[in-house]
């Protein structure tokens, strides 16, 4: 079982930045494949990013390529996702989500998920 608690979202301008946290319990943390998505009201939830257990493998939806930046820090059990050059269709419910993995890859599907965090973004 893994609880997962996302923190960092808030209300910015356009084209500022923003950091999001998902601080992950349990001791297996490390083996877990991790992912961000995002709702936005009357949409249905996209991944927008995902790493695999060792960081070594990324995934970037198209329309935040170049502008976010998943990362994880394992001795803390945290994923991050920095956000910049954020546009106001960034606004969104954010959403962490986990999942064992026995290969080094990113997922698409994941058992676990945070509570979320909303990101708006003003123009």
């Known amino acids: 079982q893994v609880q997962l608690v996302e923190s960092g979202g808030g209300l910015v301008q356009a084209g500022g930045s923003l950091r999001l946290s998902c601080a992950a319990s349990g001791r297996t943390f490390s083996s877990y494949a991790m992912g961000w998505f995002r709702q936005a009201p009357g949409k249905e939830r996209e991944c927008v990013a995902a790493i695999s257990w060792s960081g070594g493998k990324r995934y970037y939806s198209d329309f935040v390529k170049g502008r976010f930046t998943i990362s994880r820090d394992n001795a803390k059990n945290t994923v991050y996702l920095q956000m910049r050059s954020l546009k106001p269709e960034d606004t969104a419910v954010y959403y962490c989500?986990?999942?064992?993995?026995?290969?080094?890859?990113?997922?698409?599907?994941?058992?676990?998920w945070g509570q979320g965090t909303q990101v708006t973004v003003s123009s």
């Open positions: 989500a986990a999942d064992s993995s026995s290969s080094d890859y990113v997922l698409f599907e994941y058992s676990y």
